[in-house]
């Protein structure tokens, strides 16, 4: 019977794949159709709400004459250096908080606030204090991602069987052992979670950074685009190019999940 397993799970993973796939394209479908009724009724003009054939044939143009890569390019490094650094940091940060009462209480109270205040509000002084260039915005992508990281570290710790790690101390385990072997492991969903939320929020870190101050990005191309190119067209196709960016980058934070964590969310 367990050779038959395999089969019939693929056989039962392939039609919701479909299914999914189809629920996509079905929503997108239907958002499209929306955006160019609202056009049409209406009346817009291009420069206040392009139509959607409107915006993608500016899209692929923008691709094919140069003018969206080398921005694209430049976020999307923007976008992964201020991730590896805020998640890096934030699984330390998050250990740290779930295995020291006195880290809580000392650094709590000072994520939170650092958390509630605005990152638009600190982009300008990240910016005055580390230039406009790559740094600033590595770093303002930095300070978006660790929150939600940290905290999903901290929880998933939290929540790991104590009677397990009861266990394993009475086999003398190391703290590295009960690290790599019981802790992660358990705690590792909800921190692919986070890293999910993180990711995200990379993205648009990257876009206030470059509002804050820069010469290439896709946050400047939106300021050319509606600033002294005054192409409204562009802005959306640009607009586009962060979404799909956003999008990609949590699919493959999702498929690292599963190769790690086996899920199928």
Known sequence: MSGT?????????????????????????????????????????????????????????????GTMEPHAAQTLLEVLLGFAVGAGSALVAGY???????????????????????????APLVALWFG???????????????????????????????????MARSFRATRWQLLWSLELPAAL?????GMRVGVTLAVVGAIIGEWAGGDRGLGVLINLARGSLFDIPLLFA??????????????LVVLVERRLVGTRG
């Open 189 to 193: 969903p909800g921190i692919m979670g």
């Open 96 to 122: 740290a908080l779930a295995r020291s009462r006195l880290a809580e209480r000392v650094l709590s109270p000072y994520l939170v606030a650092a958390q509630a205040t605005p990152i638009l509000a600190l």
């Open 132 to 166: 406009t260039g790559l740094l600033s915005k590595v770093v303002i992508c930095a300070l978006i991602v660790f929150f939600p990281v940290a905290v999903a570290t901290m929880v998933g710790l939290r929540n790991v069987d104590r009677r397990l790690l009861e």
């Open 238 to 251: 640009t607009l586009l190019t962060i979404a799909l960016l956003g999008v990609v980058l949590y699919v």
């Open 5 to 65: 397993r395999p089969a019939g799970g693929v056989a039962r993973r392939g039609p919701g794949r479909w299914r999914r796939a189809i629920d996509v394209g079905a929503a997108a479908l239907v958002f499209v159709v929306a955006w160019k009724l609202i056009v049409v009724l209406g009346g817009y003009p291009v420069f206040i709400l392009p139509a959607p054939e409107v915006v993608a044939a500016r899209f692929v143009s923008a691709w094919a004459d």
